[in-house]
Structures are given as C-alpha cells and as structure tokens.
C-alpha cells in the first residue's frame, strides 16, 4: 500500500511538472506570437573619416551593411557574418558593440544592436543583395541616405546623443 501511494505520489508530481512546462511553453508562444521581436545587427565601419554604406538591389537609399540575426547566434557573430556577405569582409579588429535600439515594424518589433567594425579589409563584388558600396563622409552623406543610418553616424561622431529608438 506504501509503495502504491509513493507511485502514485511521483505519478502526479511528473505530471505536474509536465503541465507546468506546457502550461509555461503556451504562454511564452503566445506572447511570441503576440509581440515579437526580431534581433538585427548593423556596423559602422569607419575608414580616414568616413564610413561604409551599401544600397540593397531591394530598396532605395543607402544604409549601415547588416542584417538578421540566427537563432543561437550572438550578435557580435552575426555582425561579422553580415559583413562577410554582404560586402566580402576579408578580415577586421574584433567587434565593439556600440549601442542598442528598437524600431517598430508593423506589429513587430526590431531590436537592432550595433557595433563598431575597425581595420575592416574588404573585397566587394556585387552580389543578389547589394549593388554598390561607398565609403562617406558623415558631413556629406549620398542625399538618399536613411534617417537611421543618418542618425547612427551623429551619433558615432559626437555630433548629437545617442537615443533609444532607431
């Protein structure tokens, strides 16, 4: 009889558990659903003063190089990885996280975390993404620059504070 009551007893206290793990996954896919939120990174590669922008066969304008960010995937990797894609990133100086922002897109939101890329060698070639790269001045940005990417460079360059929102 004691060892059916410590049976049962260990039954339920398994099904507990379980019920609590499901119970905890629901919520937590529900919220996921509800309000996601997307991880991107972008890097500020300086060089002599200036800094790398790209323009995307996809939208107009000209941007900070970046991208998505893996599941697993630290960010300082997948800002390296971005690079290596997008622009043919031979080698670089470790990456330095420089700030963290939130954009809404639709009824998602990006988090966008940045990082500061020196001594980034590299060896572009048009590619499915991006068509063009440029190295500018932050005081004379191409005209179709994006107001983030604007922001981000005044930001890097002292020339206003940093702020929260991208």
């Known amino acids: ?26 919520l937590i896919t529900a919220r996921a659903l509800l309000s996601p ?14 800094f790398l922008l790209v323009r995307h066969r996809y939208m107009s304008g000209w941007f900070l190089p970046g991208g998505g960010v893996a599941r ?20 670089s100086a470790p990456p330095e996280f420089f700030g963290l922002y939130s954009r809404g897109a639709g009824w998602a939101t990006n988090t966008i975390a940045v990082y500061r890329v020196a001594g980034a060698e ?19 940005l191409p005209t179709d620059t994006s107001y983030g990417t604007r922001r981000r460079l005044a930001e890097c360059t002292g020339q206003m504070p940093i702020q929260p929102h991208w």
């Open 1 to 26: 009889m004691i060892a059916a009551a410590q049976s049962r007893s260990m039954v339920l206290s398994v099904a507990g558990g379980l019920g609590r793990r499901l119970t905890f996954g629901a």
């Open 37 to 50: 939120v997307a991880l991107g990174v972008s890097a500020l590669v300086e060089r002599d003063g200036t």
């Open 72 to 91: 697993a995937e630290p960010p300082a990797h997948a800002v390296l990885r971005e690079l290596k894609e997008e622009v043919g990133l031979i080698r």
């Open 122 to 140: 590299i060896d572009f070639k048009p590619n499915f993404e991006i068509r063009e790269i440029v190295f500018a001045d932050p005081a004379a």
